[in-house]
Nanobody, 125 residues
Framework: QVQPVESGGGSVQAGGSLRLSCAAS????????IGWFRQAPGKEHEGVAAIHTGGGATVYADSVKGRFTISRDNAKNMVYLQMNSLKPEDTAMYSCAAEPLPCILTLRKSEYNYWGQGTQVTVSS
């Protein structure tokens, strides 16, 4: 499917961990850029992390550096977001987005054309 599909959200206490998965396939190029974004109620979309599935280059928002890790499994057409040391302010709807080549590895949502429906992450204090 061209539209990414997220899974793995849920509720966790502060300090806990979750791993989100993004299934993204069906694109016309062998590699794509995949970005994870989040939106909390009443707030703007925030780019969290992105990865180029070809070379593996990554980029992170300052707010998650050292706590979140984005990775890919090209054999399975999957991208993962490992989230550790979660904080209540990480609570949001998390979506993954894809952009075929040529793509810019960026956290700007305008650079991505294919979006999933999202998965909710709730972190309680």
């Amino acid at each position: 499917q061209v539209q990414p599909v997220e899974s793995g959200g849920g509720s966790v206490q502060a300090g806990g961990s979750l791993r989100l998965s993004c299934a993204a396939s069906g694109y016309t190029t062998p590699s794509v850029c995949i970005g994870w974004f989040r939106q909390a109620p009443g707030k703007e979309h925030e780019g969290v992390a992105a990865i180029h599935t070809g070379g593996g280059a990554t980029v992170y928002a300052d707010s998650v550096k050292g706590r979140f890790t984005i990775s890919r499994d090209n054999a399975k057409n999957m991208v993962y977001l490992q989230m550790n040391s979660l904080k209540p302010e990480d609570t949001a709807m998390y979506s993954c987005a894809a952009e075929p080549l040529p793509c810019i590895l960026t956290l700007r949502k305008s650079e991505y054309n294919y979006w999933g429906q999202g998965t909710q992450v709730t972190v309680s204090s």
